[in-house]
Nanobody, 115 residues
């Protein structure tokens, strides 16, 4: 089993920044890609960004250069730096890890963008 613990969410004003962290523990050997997804009220969960073991990144179109995903393999942690936050970025942000044929999710961290 792999456990994922997210942190860093909170309340921020429009145009502000937040940095989310996700630390993996447990049987982490074999984890390949990790990523961040988000789910706004009444909407389906959607991709924000992913990063592979080799550092290859993938971003959703709506990120528009505002988010940066990074990974510290030594600390088993993935980060999501979010800048120029918009009201529509309000959502619960979930960390995801892919390991072989298994998928693991964190419990989520709330990001609320207000005016």
């Amino acid at each position: 089993q792999v456990q994922l613990v997210e942190s860093g969410g909170g309340l921020v004003q429009i145009g502000g920044s937040l940095r989310l962290s996700c630390t993996a523990s447990g049987f982490i050997s074999g984890i390949r890609s990790m990523g961040w997804y988000r789910q706004a009220p009444g909407k389906q969960r959607e991709l924000a960004a992913t990063i592979a073991t080799d550092g290859t990144t993938n971003y959703a179109d709506y990120v528009e250069g505002r988010f940066t995903i990074s990974r510290d393999n030594a600390e088993n942690t993935v980060y999501l730096q979010m800048n120029d936050l918009k009201f529509e970025d309000t959502a619960i942000y979930y960390c995801k890890a892919n390991k072989l044929q298994s998928v693991y999710w964190g419990q989520g961290t709330q990001v609320t963008v207000s005016s």
